[in-house]
């Protein structure tokens, strides 16, 4: 696996980092929300992963590999995610 550093348009590094801190505060926003049982894991799990993300790029000096890294991971779950919604969609 080749973890070269790439480089990014500075303005896209600004844009895809604004990004990520819109979701985590619209992630934060729905964590609080009061919650049950089953929902309450799952919020608490999504946070947990935006935290570890959060802590990582922050080990790693904010450093164009972690970002690369951090990207690649983000894409991969978000394809997993649209895999899962088509297939409830479907047995709906």
């Given at each position: 696996?080749?973890?070269?550093?790439?480089?990014?348009?500075?303005?896209?590094?600004?844009?895809?980092?604004?990004?990520?801190?819109?979701?985590l505060?619209?992630?934060?926003v729905c964590?609080?929300k009061?919650?049950?049982?089953?929902?309450?894991r799952?919020?608490?799990?999504?946070?947990?992963?935006?935290?570890?993300?959060?802590?990582?790029?922050?080990q790693?000096?904010?450093?164009?590999?972690?970002?690369?890294?951090?990207?690649?991971?983000?894409?991969?779950?978000?394809?997993?995610?649209?895999?899962?919604?088509?297939?409830?969609s479907?047995?709906?």
């Amino acid at each position: 696996m080749n973890l070269s550093s790439v480089t990014w348009v500075q303005a896209t590094v600004e844009h895809f980092r604004l990004l990520l801190d819109r979701q985590l505060r619209e992630l934060e926003v729905c964590v609080r929300k009061p919650s049950t049982g089953s929902r309450a894991r799952k919020n608490a799990t999504v946070l947990k992963y935006f935290r570890k993300l959060r802590k990582f790029l922050k080990q790693k000096g904010f450093s164009d590999c972690a970002w690369e890294i951090t990207r690649a991971e983000t894409r991969a779950h978000l394809q997993q995610l649209l895999l899962i919604m088509a297939t409830i969609s479907r047995e709906q």
